[in-house]
């Protein structure tokens, strides 16, 4: 009798191949990849224990599961191309960021110098931090004072009506507007500059075309390269004062 009790309970016991299956489903469902729902038959006693780990791993570190996982590495495959297109084109010395002797403005201006492709922050008195900048046609069309009415990160972007009407076949489709990101034209960055309190459309921002720095572009305002505009940008605030030369 012993002996049958004994057999019969032998053929409920798991297999080698059976156990090695449920510690990697145990390890799945302590890194988040198994649904809570998921219940371990022959083991209750460990499935409360890997319960009880997860819950504890819960409190001190993040969970990860596979919409986290899949985002992260989304957002790792997004942001490879902008940062691999600055760090692959050397932009020449004279604009890159740099202290110069810059007199004759008040400290926390922005000086805008489009003839020739420099924008300046004043930092104290007679100095400032000069950077490098391309120049769209639109740039060319503002002059005087101005304020920063609005910043944003990774904005949004738009084409104009003349940049559709001029090249539909590039533009039309994007009329609704393109979301903030890496590939977009406005960069990591943009300024919004206000005059009395109205949108001026002139805009400083980021590019995806770090070689168009130091020369006039068809397109926008005045462009930085991401790296230059996130430097400018964490500087300023809204109400910072704008002169374009």
Same mark, same amino acid.
Request: with cysteine; charged share 20%.
């Given at each position: 009798? @012993?002996?049958?009790?004994?057999? @019969?309970?032998?053929?409920?016991?798991?297999?080698?191949?059976?156990?090695?299956?449920?510690? $990697?489903?145990?390890?799945?469902?302590? #890194?988040? =990849?198994?649904?809570?729902?998921?219940?371990?038959?022959?083991?209750?006693?460990?499935? #409360?224990?890997?319960?009880?780990?997860?819950?504890?791993?819960?409190?001190? =570190?993040?969970?990860?599961?596979?919409?986290?996982?899949? =985002?992260?590495?989304?957002?790792?495959?997004?942001?490879?191309?902008?940062?691999?297109?600055?760090?692959?084109?050397?932009?020449?010395?004279?604009?890159?960021?740099?202290? *110069?002797?810059?007199?004759?403005?008040?400290?926390? $201006?922005?000086?805008?110098?489009?003839?020739? =492709?420099?924008?300046?922050? *004043?930092?104290?008195?007679?100095? #400032?931090?000069?950077?490098?900048?391309?120049?769209?046609? #639109?740039?060319?069309?503002?002059?005087?004072?101005?304020?920063?009415?609005?910043?944003?990160?990774?904005?949004?972007?738009?084409?104009?009506?003349?940049?559709?009407?001029?090249?539909?076949?590039?533009?039309?489709?994007?009329?609704?507007?393109?979301?903030?990101?890496?590939?977009?034209?406005?960069?990591?960055?943009?300024?919004?500059?206000?005059?009395?309190?109205?949108?001026?459309?002139?805009?400083?921002?980021?590019?995806?075309?770090?070689?168009?720095?130091?020369?006039?572009?068809?397109?926008?305002? @005045?462009?930085?390269?991401?790296?230059?505009?996130?430097?400018?940008?964490?500087?300023? *605030? *809204?109400?910072?004062?704008?002169?374009?030369?």
């Amino acid at each position: 009798m @012993i002996d049958t009790l004994r057999s @019969i309970r032998a053929s409920f016991r798991p297999s080698a191949n059976a156990r090695a299956r449920w510690v $990697t489903r145990r390890a799945k469902f302590i #890194a988040g =990849f198994v649904p809570e729902t998921t219940t371990f038959m022959w083991r209750p006693t460990l499935y #409360a224990t890997a319960v009880a780990t997860r819950s504890r791993q819960a409190l001190t =570190f993040p969970m990860i599961n596979r919409r986290s996982l899949l =985002f992260g590495a989304s957002a790792l495959f997004l942001t490879r191309p902008a940062r691999s297109a600055e760090k692959s084109f050397p932009l020449d010395p004279q604009y890159e960021r740099q202290g *110069v002797a810059f007199p004759g403005y008040a400290m926390g $201006t922005i000086v805008v110098d489009p003839a020739n =492709f420099f924008l300046y922050y *004043v930092g104290g008195q007679d100095v #400032a931090i000069r950077y490098g900048v391309g120049v769209g046609q #639109a740039g060319l069309s503002f002059k005087g004072q101005a304020v920063v009415g609005r910043k944003e990160e990774w904005p949004r972007w738009r084409p104009t009506a003349n940049m559709i009407k001029r090249s539909p076949e590039k533009f039309a489709g994007l009329a609704k507007g393109m979301r903030g990101g890496p590939g977009n034209p406005l960069g990591a960055r943009a300024l919004y500059l206000y005059r009395d309190g109205r949108d001026t459309m002139y805009r400083i921002h980021g590019t995806t075309e770090p070689w168009s720095i130091g020369q006039a572009a068809s397109n926008g305002c @005045i462009r930085m390269t991401n790296k230059q505009v996130v430097d400018l940008y964490g500087r300023i *605030v *809204v109400g910072t004062p704008v002169i374009v030369l």
